[in-house]
């Protein structure tokens, strides 16, 4: 006996689930996607020191302290049609870039 036999009694039931399968684009319910000006960096600074770390490659300290000092720098700031994310985003993408090695390995990293 073949394992379909067990689950589908008759072949309209596999035919209404391979139709459903066809149809779906996907078969779970999914997220709609965070854009950048709702991204929330409320939530990185809200996670356990460790993993900040982990993830930043630095502490909140010393992350607030970078900021501080590069906030200002008339590199974040143009007049571009096409504009950047906020300078906290940049410095938190750059800090876990830096700290990859090169490799993106994803070993310790929060998601």
Same mark, same amino acid.
């Given at each position: 006996m073949l394992v379909t036999d067990?689950?589908?009694?008759?072949? &309209? &039931?596999?035919?209404d689930l391979l139709q459903t399968v066809i149809l779906s684009r996907y078969l779970n319910?999914?997220?709609?996607?965070v854009f950048h000006d709702e991204f929330d960096l409320?939530?990185?600074?809200e996670m356990q020191s460790i993993d900040?770390?982990?993830?930043?490659?630095?502490?909140?300290?010393?992350?607030?302290w970078l900021l501080n000092r590069i906030y200002l720098h008339p590199v974040f700031h143009n007049n571009s049609f096409?504009?950047?994310?906020?300078?906290?985003?940049?410095?938190?993408i750059s800090?876990?870039?830096?700290?990859?090695?090169g490799n993106r390995a994803s070993v310790g990293r929060c998601a």
């Open positions: 067990e689950l589908f009694s008759n072949e &309209d &039931d596999m035919g319910v999914r997220a709609p996607p409320a939530r990185l600074f900040f770390k982990q993830s930043t490659r630095t502490t909140k300290e010393a992350f607030v096409c504009p950047q994310l906020p300078i906290p985003h940049q410095l938190a800090l876990e870039q830096l700290g990859a090695n």
